[in-house]
């Protein structure tokens, strides 16, 4: 009597496994395009908390905060009075980040290192991690060379003085307000996500992403701007990703203050009313250029942008 085997013979097998692996193959991209769309989406809704709260903001004080300071080459130790902090910590109240905000001493200009427990202060201000600061795509919430980071910059303008979040080295500097945009706050860029190098990202030798959100002065690391270029102007472009050791020697030089990120094509980025959109990598350079200047009376071609 005989009896009948079940199972695969050695060829059937091999199909099998041809099919699953030609499966996952095509399943592998749709994983990934949603991955990126719900870290898009995840960064879109950063962008959107930020510019809520530098409204709040506004509200609060009449003004936008600062980018940052560095008044007299670091003579006044900006890095330690709070007055010359970046944006990232002035909205802290309206972000839910009231007790690290409460932190600091409610004079300004005092030098944080002369009060009770000042480099305690320092040191939990520098490393408290904040998600909404940081993109999905890019990086995890963690501190990047002992420093809690952001992948977030402030519009400069074109020359630091000309955007919303403006860098001052004076107790009497410009306070940005809705009145002064006069280009028309859905015409203005608020925030970006930046250009980095992501090789460096976590040794701390890119120029512009190496030190500390909340109090990175007026260098880079919190504002970026619509870089001059020969006779036109850089626009937002994919991070870098390339070994160096030099502070921003991969731009060339001193290193260049772009917007860009690590999405596919497009920076995510929130205008000056708060809304979010997104402006695609090698967009038209006039138009990005006049969305980052506030007052030039200039008209900005939005198609062109996105």
């Not at 560095?70 to 900006?78: K, L």
């Not at 999905?136 to 402030?154: C, F, K």
């Not at 250009?195 to 919190?222: C, K, Q, W």
């Not at 860009?260 to 959109?277: F, I, N, W, Y």
Request: proline share 5%.
């Amino acid at each position: 009597m005989s009896h009948l085997r079940k199972g695969f013979t050695l060829i059937e097998l091999l199909v099998v496994i041809a099919i699953i692996a030609l499966l996952i193959g095509l399943l592998l991209p749709a994983v990934q395009k949603v991955r990126e769309a719900a870290s898009r989406m995840r960064c879109s809704n950063n962008l959107k908390q930020i510019g809520l709260a530098m409204h709040a903001y506004h509200d609060a004080r009449g003004n936008f905060p600062q980018g940052g300071g560095d008044p007299t080459n670091g003579v006044e130790n900006p890095s330690r009075r709070i007055f010359y902090f970046n944006w990232p910590f002035h909205i802290y109240p309206y972000i839910e980040q009231e007790a690290l905000y409460k932190l600091a001493p409610t004079d300004e200009f005092v030098d944080i290192n002369t009060v009770a427990g000042g480099a305690g202060i320092l040191s939990k201000l520098d490393q408290s991690p904040i998600s909404i600061y940081y993109c999905p795509t890019r990086r995890s919430v963690r501190l990047y060379h002992n420093s809690a980071v952001t992948d977030y910059g402030g519009n400069g303008g074109t020359t630091n003085s000309d955007g919303v979040l403006v860098v001052n080295n004076s107790p009497t500097y410009q306070r940005v307000n809705i009145g002064s945009i006069t280009d028309g706050t859905s015409n203005t860029l608020l925030l970006g996500e930046k250009r980095i190098n992501i090789e460096s990202m976590e040794s701390g030798t890119d120029f512009y992403d190496n030190e500390s959100a909340v109090r990175a002065g007026a260098d880079g690391d919190l504002i970026r701007r619509a870089q001059p270029s020969g006779g036109s102007w850089l626009v937002p472009a994919a991070d870098i990703n390339t070994v160096s050791t030099t502070n921003g020697g991969y731009f060339g030089g001193g290193g260049i203050m772009q917007f860009g990120g690590s999405h596919a094509g497009t920076m995510p980025c929130v205008l000056a009313d708060a809304s979010v959109r997104s402006i695609k990598f090698g967009c038209n350079p006039t138009a990005f250029k006049n969305l980052c200047v506030r007052n030039d009376g200039l008209v900005v071609d939005m198609g062109s942008l996105e």
